[in-house]
């Protein structure tokens, strides 16, 4: 038997009405779900005593269930008498209090004010079906008559799936009419969310319209999203705000519609956002891995990212994410990133806040009631404490922050927070100063303190600083091109002239000073701001050999290239970021590899000397680009790739003589490493130079 229209439009018909009531027979229809899922939104606006008005009752179980818990004044209108006389018959003994009668909404015969409550499931969905003239005007009758039935302070509680044209129009009505407009998330059940097809593609929302005493005069429009059904509501600027928060819901109800039907879907991430504040507070990331065979306890897998730790090539890259879930051996792994600034109180905290929420993200076929585990590494959420927190005029919001590696060391780092997942400088901290943090943190671990708050490490920071350690891959590949000079076993006791553009948190310039101690080191930063980081938080210090220059590097290039007799390096580092995200090409700025700026930073290289140049371009055909533009200046030039990154290192040198094949540039590394493992020079036995060299091309 079918019971659907032709078309939509026919479900503002009385006729198709009373058909379909008099098809469907005593079985109760829900439309858009039972009392035990819409209990929580109904009790949450509708008090006992009131009186409540419910439109469009249909034959829904809906109001004999409000009547059984206590809601005993309840009048029921619809427009089909067939309805109306089997809801009659249905409820005559049982609940003799509750009344139903055939009414059209839209013109009404109570008189005003006579209600406290307008309950509405499904009704507005079905009548306003399009946005035609004809359709239009019968909603304004039945909004219109809504608004004259309840007295001040009073509720229309609409229950709807909140389309596009659907909330434009209720929530445009009602704001001019100077009513609160909220809308509320109702929370799906646990069963739906486990059904293979579950019956809406969307999810289902409560508008609540609150009538307001009108003010002449009085412009003000107040807009709230309540997100889950025991939240508190968000205010917000405007109705168009409001629409874009709820389509965002909508959406995410879509993709979880998908991944429960099929895997395979590619690369999938959204953020779950806090509820009181609407700030991002987790990011999720579904990994499928379709050669895992199924079993009973492989189908699905959580995986806590620790603290600071989402920048790391395996959790913070696609492929290291695959490969992390083919490890894992689970079918599905969604892997889960903590934000900073919010607030974590442990691991079996952040389990019961994503319990629910990620089970709507489970795979197809997964049994009912299977235990969903949570993964970590070392079973924690790790640690993660803001020590400052800026804003650079150039470089906009910044924050420098302590987090726990792998190996229990503590590291800090410098991001930019327009780029949020990129570590723009990092140190590793000594021992002793992260044991000392360890154990405060221990002591204050009772206090229930966010996990962004600052401890307090020793009042000059940046002396807490290992600066015998690089921590970054692509600066232990920089500093290994020394090894391309002439004779680099006598580097040690040479004068060496260096310009390196781009000072971050120091870290390279520093490296080479206190490792080649007749160095001299000519440091060029746009942003006077991180002057001050490096020098507070990052160890840090100008000397006579060590000077920074506060100038863009272009200029200063060009100035000195201009010159009647230019200085000479013998290496020249570029480390310097793009500020335009824009571009395919992230470090450096394109200008600084225009053939005619890369034929003043030639000017100024010694015949021997070598450029070595960061590289982070995701554009093929510009990086192929930027290359032929190099050679065309630098005959020799080598690139290593940095594994797990997208940073490419290349070493450009002046002359055609000067190519080298790989084992003479490994001896050549091995020579200088065996001069800087010397006794009493504080190497760190980590780093070997020659490794760094073993995957260098020639292009």
Request: glycine fraction near 6%.
């Amino acid at each position: 038997m079918n019971l659907l229209p032709k078309s939509s439009k026919e479900f503002g018909s009385v006729d198709y009405w009373e058909k379909f009531f008099q098809q469907r027979g005593k079985k109760a229809f829900e439309w858009y779900g039972t009392y035990l899922e819409l209990c929580g939104v109904l009790h949450k606006y509708i008090k006992p005593r009131e009186r409540v008005l419910v439109i469009g009752c249909g034959n829904s179980e809906l109001s004999e269930q409000l009547y059984d818990v206590g809601y005993q004044d309840i009048v029921n209108i619809d427009i089909s008498e067939a309805v109306i006389k089997q809801m009659k018959e249905r409820n005559a003994s049982r609940r003799p209090q509750m009344s139903f009668l055939k009414m059209d909404m839209t013109q009404m015969e109570f008189p005003d004010a006579s209600f406290q409550v307008v309950l509405d499931k499904g009704t507005l969905d079905a009548v306003l079906t399009d946005e035609e003239e004809k359709t239009l005007q019968q909603v304004d009758r039945m909004l219109a008559e809504v608004g004259r039935v309840l007295q001040v302070g009073g509720r229309y509680l609409c229950i709807s799936l909140a389309q596009a044209h659907i909330l434009k129009k209720a929530v445009g009505h009602f704001s001019r009419e100077g009513w609160m407009v909220r809308v509320h998330q109702v929370a799906s059940s646990q069963d739906e969310v486990l059904e293979a097809e579950p019956r809406f593609s969307l999810p289902v929302f409560a508008f609540i319209m609150t009538k307001f005493r009108p003010v002449p005069g009085s412009a003000l429009q107040i807009f709230e999203l309540c997100a889950q059904e025991q939240g508190k509501p968000v205010r917000l600027e405007s109705a168009e705000r409001l629409a874009e928060a709820v389509r965002e819901r909508q959406q995410y109800a879509w993709l979880c519609s998908q991944l429960r039907r099929k895997a395979g879907l590619g690369s999938v991430s959204l953020d779950l956002c806090s509820g009181d504040t609407g700030e991002p507070r987790y990011t999720l990331h579904v990994v499928d891995s379709p050669t895992v065979k199924p079993s009973r306890d492989n189908h699905f897998a959580i995986f806590i990212i620790p603290q600071g730790r989402e920048t790391e090539w395996l959790f913070g890259m696609e492929e290291g994410r695959k490969q992390l879930a083919a490890s894992a051996g689970f079918r599905r792994l969604i892997t889960v990133a903590l934000h900073r600034g919010q607030q974590y109180d442990g691991m079996d905290s952040v389990q019961a806040e994503l319990s629910t929420r990620v089970m709507e993200l489970a795979p197809a076929g997964m049994p009912p009631q299977q235990q969903v585990p949570f993964l970590s590494v070392g079973g924690d959420i790790g640690v993660r404490t803001v020590q400052h927190q800026d804003r650079s005029p150039l470089s906009g919001d910044y924050v420098i922050e302590d987090v726990q590696g792998d190996d229990r060391r503590y590291f800090r780092r410098l991001i930019f927070l327009s780029n949020r997942n990129v570590v723009q400088s990092e140190a590793r901290l000594l021992k002793d100063v992260s044991h000392r943090a360890q154990k405060k943190r221990k002591k204050d671990k009772k206090k229930q303190r966010p996990a962004d708050t600052p401890e307090e490490l020793p009042p000059a920071p940046g002396q807490s600083i290992d600066k015998s350690y690089l921590c970054c891959e692509h600066h232990k590949a920089m500093i290994a091109g020394l090894a391309l000079l002439r004779n680099p076993e006598l580097l040690l006791e040479s004068p060496l002239a260096l310009l390196v553009v781009g000072l971050g948190g120091g870290s390279l310039p520093l490296f080479v000073h206190d490792h080649f101690p007749k160095s001299r080191v000519d440091a060029v930063e746009i942003d006077p701001s991180m002057l001050e980081v490096a020098t507070r938080w990052f160890g840090f210090a100008q000397s006579e050999r060590m000077k920074v220059h506060i100038a863009d590097g272009l200029d200063y290039i060009s100035s000195l290239a201009g010159g009647e007799a230019p200085p000479l390096y013998d290496i020249i580092m570029f480390d310097v970021d793009s500020k335009d995200p824009r571009l395919g090409m992230s470090c450096p700025p394109p200008a600084f590899v225009d053939q005619p700026f890369l034929q003043k930073v030639r000017n100024i290289l010694t015949h021997e000397g070598v450029f070595i140049l960061n590289l982070v371009c995701r554009d093929v055909a510009l990086k192929d680009s930027v290359l032929a533009g190099l050679k065309a200046v630098f005959p020799v030039l080598y690139v290593r790739r940095i594994e797990g990154e997208v940073n490419e290192i290349l070493f450009c040198r002046l002359h055609a003589g000067q190519k080298l094949a790989t084992p003479e540039l490994l001896e050549k590394a091995q020579a200088l490493e065996r001069t800087l493992r010397k006794p009493g020079r504080g190497w760190d036995d980590s780093y070997v130079l020659s490794d760094m060299l073993k995957t260098v091309k020639i292009v």
